[in-house]
């Protein structure tokens, strides 16, 4: 255990160092490039592998393949550059590669603000590579929680054969902050593992909601394809080939809701107000509401730390809990979307800004008034 | 011509009196295909693709490589559903991005020989920055495209490889953009080793193919074949017979093509066969694991000196 002053961006490099990550392809872009940079220095001290490749569409490529190979593999990128990774995260989500993808936001579209935070890229996480799709998207408050976090997100995405998505943005990736690194040896990391015979091995089979991943050149020789495919591997237009195997991919992620899904509710009896909020956002809603209960107010609050899949059940019972729950976000109403989907328009106000400026702790206290 | 197919699909006199049921165990070229994959093909009867997918493997078995050792990786098109019917790992991506996958795949897994299968639209069009950029790095992959002039699973539409004033569905007054030569642009690029032949010359393929996949750097082969369906019909090319043959009588070994004058050189327009180029430069994975093995030295001693995080 030591204690260390870092960037967002370092401890997410940690982090992945940390859960066993041994390989990085990325391509620069601002405000995610520390993570490139604290990787290409550490990876090959630890026998890891770091490539610059030419764009963010190979970068996507290269860690699905060196997956594939047997290395767990990230990449991080923003903006611009998340939105040429949607190609290719849609196959890691069809092929069931896992791999962990960090966007650490910046305002947009296009080429935006790049130096400037925003959380416009919510839905892209969710919904920016075609075609219905299983993803789990999460995001942290803190730089500790950046480095706890992208430990997770690895664990995840291995014990769910997913792409994982660390949706950041540029106030925690570039953020100071002190943390307390563990011991990496101490670190809890999953490793998924292959108990059948290459002979009756299936790497889809529909028997249980996650069949085990088998590396490239170990044994087990079969055929990975983004086309939809039988329990061996193999293209198929069947429907009793496909049907089983849609129903199994699309809600693998929701039957095991109660492991993913990562949130914290603090509640206050009598609380007629709840803010939800999530990133860096987050931390302007704590501060709004340790100043309302310091004025006497009760106000309920709810951080979600998985934001896909998104935690309807908790967010249900928050808002059997108050009259109104107000979602602070810098961009103009993403995750509130969802919130309003969950819980009625009626029931939800709406915080948004999209500037490039942060929200204020003033805008959610004035919200609680209106 | 039947004599020449026969051959070029390695299928002996012998080998085709064995009963179908028996081929597998029979040859050794099918002993290399999916047994669980139910044939035939997805290609139309008559394209080159199958010549090649032979051709490649018995690169493969006179090299005697290990079936767990071969990676195929392929993007999409045509060609890229080659991988599917032959018994390696197979890697099946998405359009143009072969390369990327199998640079991921190859850093991971120096040891194994990682082949990536493409068509002339899926290397050069989508594909191309990929393209020049694993050349640039001489990872050790072999590159296998497989030109057709045309995409063909989309129904003929014209490619970067489609020769000026030809017709395709896209270009239905014939072509007006140029061409790029696959093999130049490779070696400009960088590639280690780069060999043409064509469909036609099958034993040529085998040749050039176990050399692309023994060189340690970045090995490309550039199989030209036809897609006598979409390109050869719009074109009015003939059959596929006639156009396997037009491969035969429109292409020249190097060797003949070396001797002739630079004015005939320049005013050549047949497919010149042969290795093109071979210069022995570092490879990739090789270079980067002599870096890990420095630098996991060097944190060895750090860690017996100040202690690990």
């Not at chain 1, 393949?65 to 949607?86: D, H, I, N, W, Y």
Request: charged share 20%; hydrophobic share 40%; glycine share 8%.
């Amino acid at each position: 255990m030591s204690v260390k002053l870092m960037q967002g961006n370092e401890a997410i490099a940690l982090g992945a160092l940390a859960a066993g990550c041994r390989f990085y392809a990325g391509y620069p872009i601002t405000p995610s490039t520390e993570v490139a940079e604290v990787m290409a220095r550490e990876l090959p001290k630890v026998g890891g592998k770091f490539i610059q490749m030419e764009d963010e569409i190979a970068s996507m490529a290269a860690i699905i393949g060196a997956r594939v190979g047997g290395l767990k593999s990230m990449t991080a990128t923003s903006g611009p550059g998340f939105s040429l990774m949607q190609e290719n995260l849609g196959y890691a989500a069809m092929a069931e590669i896992p791999c962990v993808v960090v966007n650490v936001q910046r305002l947009g579209p296009s080429t935006g603000q790049p130096t400037a935070a925003s959380q416009g890229d919510v839905m892209q996480a969710r919904w920016g590579t075609h075609g219905d799709h299983p993803i789990i998207v999460l995001s942290p408050i803190s730089v500790s929680q950046a480095f706890s976090l992208t430990v997770t997100a690895f664990n995840l995405s291995e014990k769910y054969r997913t792409p994982v998505i660390l949706l950041t943005d540029e106030i925690i990736g570039h953020m100071r902050e002190p943390i307390e690194l563990p011991d990496f040896s101490t670190i809890e990391r999953y490793e998924q593992v292959v108990t059948e015979p290459p002979e009756t091995y299936k790497p889809y089979s529909n028997r249980t909601d996650v069949p085990a991943m088998a590396a490239f050149g170990r044994g087990y020789r079969y055929h990975i394809t983004g086309l939809f495919h039988d329990e061996v591997g193999f293209p198929t237009q069947r429907l009793d080939e496909v049907e089983p195997w849609l129903e199994r991919v699309n809600g693998k992620l929701e039957r095991h809701a109660d492991d993913i899904l990562l949130y914290q509710a603090d509640y206050q009896p009598g609380a007629r107000v709840a803010v939800l909020s999530y990133g860096a956002t987050a931390r302007t809603a704590r501060h709004a509401v340790k100043q309302l209960r310091e004025s006497g107010q009760k106000v309920n609050l709810f951080t979600a730390y998985t934001i896909w899949p998104f935690p309807e059940k908790a967010v249900e019972e928050l808002a059997d809990s108050v009259e109104r729950i107000i979602v602070p976000e810098m961009n103009l109403g993403q995750l509130a979307l969802e919130v309003e989907r969950v819980v009625g328009r009626r029931k939800v106000k709406r915080v948004t800004r999209a500037n490039g400026e942060m929200i204020t702790p003033d805008m959610i206290v004035a919200a609680m008034e209106m | 011509m039947a004599e020449h197919i026969l051959e070029a699909h390695s299928l002996t006199k012998q080998e085709a009196q064995i009963p179908r049921e028996d081929w597998f165990e029979a040859s050794e070229t099918l002993q290399h295909l999916r047994k669980n994959k139910k044939f035939p093909t997805i290609w139309c009867s008559g394209c080159g693709l199958g010549v090649i997918m032979g051709a490649l493997i018995r690169a493969i078995d006179h090299l005697g490589l290990e079936k767990d050792q071969v990676a195929l990786v392929a993007g999409i098109g045509c060609t890229a559903r080659m991988p599917v019917y032959m018994d390696f790992n197979t890697l099946h991506t998405t359009h143009g991005r072969a390369l990327a996958f199998a640079t991921g795949l190859k850093i991971a897994r120096p040891d194994m020989k990682v082949i990536a299968i493409m068509g002339d639209g899926d290397a050069l069009a989508i594909g191309g920055n990929h393209f020049i950029h694993a050349a640039r790095r001489n990872i050790g992959i072999t590159a296998l495209v497989v030109n057709n002039s045309i995409y063909g699973m989309t129904g003929g539409q014209y490619s970067p490889t489609t020769p000026v004033g030809m017709r395709a569905t896209t270009a239905p007054y014939g072509n007006v953009e140029p061409p790029f030569p696959i093999c130049d642009l490779a070696i400009a690029a960088g590639a280690s080793y780069v060999a043409r032949s064509t469909a036609f010359h099958a034993l040529e393929l085998d040749k050039y193919l176990s050399e692309a996949i023994s060189n340690e750097g970045f090995s490309l082969v550039e199989a030209v074949s036809y897609c006598h369906t979409t390109y050869g019909r719009i074109n009015k090319l003939g059959t596929a017979a006639e156009m396997m043959r037009s491969l035969k009588d429109n292409s020249i070994p190097k060797a003949t093509f070396d001797k002739l004058t630079l004015e005939e050189q320049q005013a050549n327009t047949k497919i010149v066969r042969g290795v093109l180029h071979r210069k022995k430069r570092p490879e990739y994975t090789a270079i980067y694991d002599l870096l890990v093995q420095q630098q996991t030295h060097q944190e060895e001693i750090r860690l017996r000196n100040v202690g690990r995080y």
